[in-house]
Nanobody, 124 residues
Framework: QVQLVESGGGLVQAGGSLSLSCAAS????????AAWFRQAPGKERDFVAA????????HYADSVKGRFTISRDNAKDTVYLQMNSLKPEDTAVYYC?????????????????WGQGTQVTVSS
């Protein structure tokens, strides 16, 4: 079992930046892919970004390419999401996830573990 706790969400103006963190505990997550998803009100949960266990491969949704960067520090059991040039349409609850398989922006196998989510609100 892996427990995930996100932090770093908040309110920011359009064009601003936020950095999300996700700390893992329990079973080691270093051998598994990690990802971020988001869910806006009234919408389905969407894939945002994923990173392989060794950080060699990253995948991004088209909507965030060039603006968001996913990274991880296996020594700290933490995965990050740096979000720049934020837009109002980025407003959502952001969820960290561990496990799963990804090809481009397609989730070929869903994650095994989910965090509780952190709210990101971008004002216009």
């Amino acid at each position: 079992q892996v427990q995930l706790v996100e932090s770093g969400g908040g309110l920011v103006q359009a064009g601003g930046s936020l950095s999300l963190s996700c700390a893992a505990s329990g079973r080691t997550f270093s051998g598994h892919a990690a990802a971020w998803f988001r869910q806006a009100p009234g919408k389905e949960r969407d894939f945002v970004a994923a990173i392989s266990w060794n950080s060699i491969n990253t995948h991004y949704a088209d909507s965030v390419k060039g603006r968001f960067t996913i990274s991880r520090d296996n020594a700290k059991d933490t995965v990050y999401l740096q979000m720049n040039s934020l837009k109002p349409e980025d407003t959502a609850v952001y969820y960290c996830a561990v496990g799963g398989s990804y090809m481009g922006d397609y989730v070929t196998r869903p994650p095994d573990y989910w965090g509780q989510g952190t709210q990101v609100t971008v004002s216009s």
